[in-house]
């Protein structure tokens, strides 16, 4: 039995493969302008990629923010849910999920199952987001893949006190003409949205273990923040991405 | 198809309240006699949502709501226009939007009804909130009307013997001050005849909230937005009293013949705060379609919480209790048990909690009432981020999200 999950995001459109209660392809595109093009797309490369045929997949659950345009999808649940049972299946001792996508982040409290028992979402704001380190990466030109090491080496990191994406990149460019290291100030970046992430944490009542997904838990410097701030170590996969994509397919298994 | 499409309709049509026609009509001809008061010879006085308007009536003044002004602004989508334009007019943008569109609306006699009656007086009751205080002192020297200002303490426990002192003595200017304005003295008798039906007014409005415990809902939380309208505005009079027994009279025909607000009535939610007006209809069908019926909420519960409080033989003493006592003057922990009363009586699933950009004094606590109502009862709670009037404050696809994971979490733990 294969069932497929597509998690489109804001920026990436993930999708999984599950057969037989175990994770057998994974796929990641650009979602591009067009979300029902970028699931029609990936729909289709994953099944090459697996060397399937559409008739071989039972069911197809669509997720994430596009999760209503993908055409081919037998039903869409929340990525909030999906996370849960994502979570769950990456690391079953999961309790408590902080997924910082393209344009959301949130907190999750799962039970034993995976099921959502509360959940906190960021409001109309990208600051805290990968939006957001994306528009830093790119006022301090820097590749966004260097910012968790880069991050590591800052001593002294800066204080980014503006809540606002805009306003924040301007007392960035700021701290840069006051030649402050970039190191430091990726550091603060990186401390600014463990801050926006802890007051979502303290609303749920997070409790451990914690486990990060979505793609900014690729940041090494992001879960660093956040380990801090907690007070315990992330458990981070290395499907963390794909987390969605793959509790979409298993709720369609 | 065709057949089937029908069978649609007539079952819409089998839920829509008939009563609605009748309460458009009341509000037209109300709108249209406080519009030709002039004409007619009448005072207009403007009023706060929360404050005494017996008193007004006693005295054949018509009261108008700049608030209720807000909730047409709202919900004709022209709130997002008006507050631009206060905030040209050097207003903040963090102030309460209803005053932002109302002072907007104002000069330019804007707004879906071309801006509201002059009034010849205001009446500022500061038991829903401080920003009133400014809003009324603005427009009052907009029209260069008198203002009267009831200043009622905030009680977050007990209500003190010089608490109700305090307010008891602005009831006596209050009433001076009406002489003044009116030319005539105050009729003691009106006034107890008035009293009486607002309390039978209240009621009947409170009967009509409770048939909303039934299963199904005869209505539901958005359609109680809509006939509000009359306990607020022409609370105290007959008109008022023979509409909701007429309403009431309906919701029990529904429930004999089984009629709910929400087909597959399958979750039973709460809201807390004032509505989305801008977002009602989009609202309401989204949860519809999730089998999910609002049937209770703490906005228009608000208008006969306080019965408990007032004195049929004495309506102006015990007045003064009512009026400080309401839902947005009490303590945090008093707001959670009227939630926890509700819950109980209306049998809820969850909370929707309206965290209104607008309304500080509504949306303060919220998070500690989720939290409370949580740990004693174990219902979970969502939070939507938007503002009651402005509609720049809401964004759909978020709000969307948080809906549909809230309902899957709901359905999780609540297998049908």
Same mark, same amino acid.
């Given at each position: 039995?294969? *069932?497929?999950?597509?998690?489109?995001?804001?920026?990436?459109?993930?999708?999984?493969?599950?057969?037989?209660?175990?994770?057998?392809?994974?796929?990641?595109?650009?979602?591009?302008?067009? *979300?029902?093009?970028?699931?029609?797309?990936?729909?289709?490369?994953?099944?090459?990629?697996?060397?399937?045929?559409?008739?071989?997949?039972?069911?197809?659950?669509?997720?994430?923010?596009?999760?209503?345009?993908?055409?081919?999808?037998?039903?869409?649940?929340?990525?909030?849910?999906?996370?849960?049972?994502?979570?769950?299946?990456?690391?079953?001792?999961?309790?408590?999920?902080?997924?910082?996508?393209?344009?959301?982040?949130?907190?999750?409290?799962?039970?034993?199952?995976?099921?959502?028992?509360?959940?906190?979402?960021?409001?109309?704001?990208?600051?805290?987001?990968?939006?957001?380190?994306?528009?830093?990466?790119?006022?301090?030109?820097?590749?966004?893949?260097?910012?968790?090491?880069?991050?590591?080496?800052?001593?002294?990191?800066?204080?980014?006190?503006?809540?606002?994406?805009?306003?924040?990149?301007?007392?960035?460019?700021?701290?840069?003409?006051?030649?402050?290291?970039?190191?430091?100030?990726?550091?603060?970046?990186?401390? *600014?949205?463990?801050?926006?992430?802890?007051?979502?944490?303290?609303?749920?009542?997070?409790?451990?273990?914690?486990?990060?997904?979505?793609?900014?838990?690729?940041?090494?410097?992001?879960?660093?923040?956040?380990?801090?701030?907690?007070?315990?170590?992330?458990?981070?996969?290395?499907?963390?991405?794909?987390?969605?994509?793959?509790?979409?397919?298993?709720?369609?298994? | 198809?065709?057949?089937?499409?029908?069978?649609?309709?007539?079952?819409?049509?089998?839920?829509?309240?008939?009563?609605?026609?009748?309460?458009?009509?009341?509000?037209?001809?109300?709108?249209?006699?406080?519009?030709?008061?002039?004409?007619?010879?009448?005072? =207009?006085?403007?009023?706060?949502?929360?404050?005494? =308007?017996?008193?007004?009536?006693?005295?054949?003044?018509? %009261?108008?709501?700049?608030?209720?002004?807000?909730?047409?602004?709202?919900?004709?989508?022209?709130?997002?226009?008006? !507050?631009?334009?206060?905030?040209?007019?050097?207003?903040?943008?963090?102030? !309460?939007?209803?005053?932002?569109?109302?002072?907007?609306?104002?000069?330019?006699?804007?707004?879906?009804?071309?801006?509201?009656?002059?009034?010849?007086?205001?009446?500022?009751?500061?038991?829903?909130?401080?920003?009133? &205080?400014?809003?009324?002192?603005?427009?009052?020297?907009?029209?260069?009307?008198?203002?009267?200002?009831?200043?009622?303490?905030?009680?977050?426990?007990?209500?003190?013997?010089?608490?109700?002192?305090?307010?008891?003595?602005?009831?006596?200017?209050?009433?001076?001050?009406?002489?003044?304005?009116?030319?005539?003295?105050?009729?003691?008798?009106?006034?107890?005849?008035?009293?009486?039906?607002?309390?039978?007014?209240?009621?009947?409005?409170?009967? =009509?909230?409770?048939?909303?415990?039934?299963?199904?809902?005869?209505?539901?939380?958005?359609?109680?937005?809509?006939?509000?309208?009359?306990?607020?505005?022409?609370?105290?009079?007959?008109?008022?009293?023979?509409?909701?027994?007429?309403?009431?009279?309906?919701?029990?025909?529904?429930?004999?013949?089984?009629?709910?607000?929400?087909?597959?009535?399958?979750?039973?939610?709460?809201?807390?705060? &004032? %509505?989305?007006?801008?977002?009602?209809?989009?609202?309401?069908?989204?949860? +519809?379609?999730?089998?999910? !019926?609002?049937?209770?909420?703490?906005?228009?519960?608000?208008?006969?919480?306080?019965?408990?409080?007032?004195?049929?033989?004495?309506?102006?003493? +015990?007045?003064?209790?009512?009026?400080?006592?309401?839902?947005?003057?009490?303590?945090?922990?008093?707001?959670?048990?009227?939630?926890?009363?509700?819950?109980?009586?209306?049998?809820?699933?969850?909370?929707?909690?309206?965290?209104?950009?607008?309304?500080?004094?509504?949306?303060?606590?919220?998070?500690?009432?989720?939290?409370?109502?949580?740990?004693?009862?174990?219902?979970?709670?969502?939070?939507?981020?938007?503002?009651?009037?402005?509609?720049?404050?809401?964004?759909?696809?978020?709000?969307?999200?948080?809906?549909?994971?809230?309902?899957?979490?709901?359905?999780?733990?609540?297998?049908?």
């Amino acid at each position: 039995m294969i *069932s497929m999950g597509i998690d489109i995001g804001s920026i990436t459109t993930k999708a999984a493969l599950i057969k037989d209660g175990a994770l057998f392809a994974t796929q990641l595109a650009h979602t591009g302008y067009n *979300s029902k093009a970028a699931g029609d797309k990936i729909f289709k490369q994953l099944l090459a990629a697996a060397d399937l045929k559409p008739s071989d997949v039972r069911r197809v659950v669509s997720t994430g923010y596009g999760r209503k345009s993908v055409s081919m999808a037998d039903r869409n649940v929340t990525e909030i849910t999906c996370h849960g049972v994502g979570a769950r299946f990456l690391d079953p001792e999961t309790r408590s999920v902080i997924d910082i996508g393209g344009q959301d982040s949130k907190v999750i409290l799962i039970d034993k199952d995976g099921k959502v028992i509360d959940f906190a979402m960021n409001d109309k704001c990208a600051a805290g987001t990968g939006r957001f380190l994306e528009v830093m990466a790119r006022a301090l030109e820097v590749d966004l893949a260097d910012f968790g090491r880069m991050s590591l080496e800052g001593e002294n990191p800066s204080s980014i006190s503006s809540l606002c994406t805009v306003f924040a990149e301007s007392e960035i460019i700021s701290l840069i003409s006051k030649g402050e290291k970039r190191e430091n100030i990726i550091a603060g970046i990186h401390e *600014s949205i463990g801050s926006r992430v802890m007051a979502m944490a303290g609303r749920v009542g997070i409790k451990g273990p914690v486990m990060m997904t979505g793609g900014v838990a690729k940041n090494i410097g992001v879960i660093k923040a956040f380990e801090e701030k907690i007070g315990e170590t992330l458990r981070v996969s290395e499907n963390a991405q794909l987390t969605g994509a793959i509790g979409a397919a298993l709720i369609g298994a | 198809m065709a057949g089937h499409g029908e069978k649609e309709d007539s079952k819409k049509q089998r839920r829509k309240i008939k009563s609605v026609a009748k309460m458009k009509e009341i509000m037209t001809t109300y709108y249209i006699e406080a519009k030709t008061a002039r004409e007619t010879g009448k005072k =207009v006085a403007w009023i706060t949502s929360g404050g005494p =308007v017996e008193p007004l009536i006693a005295m054949d003044v018509i %009261p108008v709501y700049p608030e209720n002004h807000g909730a047409m602004i709202g919900a004709s989508k022209m709130g997002g226009d008006l !507050c631009e334009k206060s905030e040209q007019m050097g207003y903040s943008p963090d102030l !309460c939007s209803y005053a932002c569109a109302d002072i907007a609306a104002a000069p330019i006699n804007g707004g879906p009804i071309g801006g509201l009656p002059e009034p010849d007086m205001l009446i500022c009751c500061n038991n829903i909130c401080g920003s009133v &205080l400014k809003w009324y002192e603005i427009q009052a020297r907009h029209f260069n009307a008198p203002l009267f200002i009831l200043d009622t303490p905030i009680s977050h426990v007990d209500f003190s013997k010089e608490a109700h002192d305090y307010v008891r003595n602005q009831i006596r200017d209050y009433i001076a001050f009406l002489e003044k304005e009116c030319g005539k003295s105050f009729d003691y008798d009106r006034m107890n005849d008035v009293g009486r039906l607002s309390i039978e007014g209240q009621r009947l409005w409170q009967a =009509v909230l409770d048939t909303t415990a039934n299963r199904p809902s005869p209505m539901s939380a958005f359609d109680a937005f809509f006939h509000l309208a009359l306990i607020v505005t022409l609370r105290g009079t007959q008109e008022a009293t023979d509409y909701y027994k007429t309403l009431l009279a309906e919701m029990k025909t529904r429930i004999k013949d089984g009629i709910g607000a929400v087909e597959n009535e399958t979750y039973r939610l709460l809201w807390d705060n &004032l %509505p989305i007006w801008s977002k009602t209809k989009w609202l309401s069908e989204k949860f +519809s379609s999730l089998n999910a !019926c609002l049937v209770a909420d703490t906005y228009t519960s608000a208008w006969c919480g306080t019965m408990k409080y007032i004195d049929e033989t004495d309506f102006l003493e +015990s007045m003064a209790q009512a009026y400080s006592r309401v839902h947005l003057n009490i303590g945090t922990d008093q707001m959670a048990e009227t939630v926890i009363e509700m819950i109980d009586k209306y049998h809820i699933d969850g909370l929707v909690v309206h965290s209104n950009r607008s309304c500080k004094p509504y949306s303060f606590g919220q998070y500690d009432i989720l939290d409370i109502v949580r740990k004693k009862r174990g219902v979970p709670g969502m939070v939507i981020e938007a503002d009651m009037v402005d509609e720049r404050s809401f964004s759909e696809s978020q709000v969307e999200t948080r809906i549909d994971a809230f309902m899957e979490m709901i359905g999780a733990a609540k297998p049908v």
